[in-house]
């Protein structure tokens, strides 16, 4: 079963986003984040957000992982914060460091590029957000906001200052792209559904233009009917291309990568009909799918900074890493999975959520999210990708790491 944006069971939700949908008001939580409380905002296309300063790109950074159950196997909302050294060394504190919000699954958490403020999709389809002081304790900024959408996923703007936020429903139930503001204490306010259509389930900003996304919807402004994949201006609201990825319209699309050249894309389908695969789409001159690749489950995507490889996360019992090549010189097969990742510790258990740096230092490094852990697997310019570490938490229900998130 995919977990990494598949809108899986939100279709049940439209009670919930109707209730959020007449919310008129936003008032910011305290600190306290305690459970519970949510917060709602209407839309507001005058509203500005807050245009951050990305930092140093050789840094201790810090990741975050939520801990999605409890003792008992009932949902949990805790979520911990380790440590990344300069070196990429993870490590978890002696005395774990830890909030609680909302039960996060599905989509990995983002930072703005500060690394200041978190916002994850929680699986009650509210955005929680936290904010990472350089000195001081984690603190909740929204435990559970509501912007009149059901969140599967969230795509932040370059400059921090915006979101978008992926509803799988239907177009009727308010599914679509939604925008949310994010001011510069974290708070949140939304503008409202910008991209109608439906079905949106996975994005991701074009390397060489960010105005620009590809996006995973069943439907976007008034794209042709049997289209799952979509070139969007998001400055401009409006469709530039839409494809048929797959050449049916069973798909349930859990990720999607474009390489830095922004000539490819790979998009995987891990839905229950068809699934274990993934299409290769061609974004230049136009979108178009070139190539269909068998994969087992795919519940994650990732594209190497180095422009050279991929890799993708094979969960649902299947629990492997598989690396990819990459040569946009081969027009008609630019992609080949080379096999699955030669493993420098035990075999991944449910890999779901990853999160990559593409900066400084430790440019390459992904943080991979698995069952009672957190596995660091490294790209490297020659097109090489190494296993470098697995740290384990330990055994129990409690430990179990539902998504993660590293500071750019």
Known sequence: MALLLDGCGSSSNDATIDDAATADSAAPLSDSGSEGSRETGSPNDGATGCVRTIAAADRPRKVVVSHPFVASGMKGKEYEVLDLAVDGTLTRPTTPVTFAMGTALNAPIVFTPDGEVGLVAQDDGSIGVFRLPANGAPAVVHAAFQGGFYAGGIVL????????????????????????????????????????????????????????????????????????????????????????????????????????????????????TVGSRMAVMSLVPAVAPVAVLPTPYPAAVVASPFGNAAIVLNDDSTDEIHTLSYDATKPAAPFVITGELAYAFPKPQIPVTAALIDRGALRGTVLIGENVGVRRVVFAASGAVTDAQKLSFPDGIPNVVGVVGVQP
């Open 157 to 272: 703007a370059p400059d921090g200052s915006h979101a978008w936020v992926l509803d799988s429903n239907t177009g009727p139930n308010g599914g679509g792209v939604y925008e949310v503001v994010i001011a510069c204490d974290g708070t949140l306010m939304s503008r409202g559904l910008v991209i109608p259509g439906g079905g949106a389930t996975a994005m991701a900003l074009l390397p060489t233009d960010p105005t620009k996304a590809l996006l995973a919807a069943r439907k976007a402004f008034q794209s042709p009917a049997n289209t799952d994949v979509h070139l969007v201006d998001l400055a401009a609201h409006t469709l530039i291309g839409s494809a048929a990825a797959f050449g049916d319209t069973d798909a349930i699309v859990s990720s999607v990568a474009i390489m830095p050249d922004g000539k490819y894309a790979l998009v995987a389908d891990d839905g229950v």
